[in-house]
């Protein structure tokens, strides 16, 4: 996967050991990783991706305390 170009959200400036990175290969289909473990890298589908987001945004993830 070092063909990738990764990015990181300008969220985790400052953070540089702990951000999720994403990258899109020739055909579009996006990449992600931790940058702790940059090995360790999920492919998924940009509908999924999307819905991911969506839930994200809508602080489906979030837990109580943090």
Known sequence: MSH???RKSSFSEGHSDT????AADATGT????ESDDPEVVIATTPAA???FLRAAKA?????PGC
């Open 4 to 6: 990738l170009r990764w």
């Open 19 to 22: 951000c999720v990175e994403l």
């Open 30 to 33: 996006p990449h992600l990783r």
């Open 49 to 51: 991706l999307r819905a």
């Open 59 to 63: 602080g489906a993830f979030d837990r």
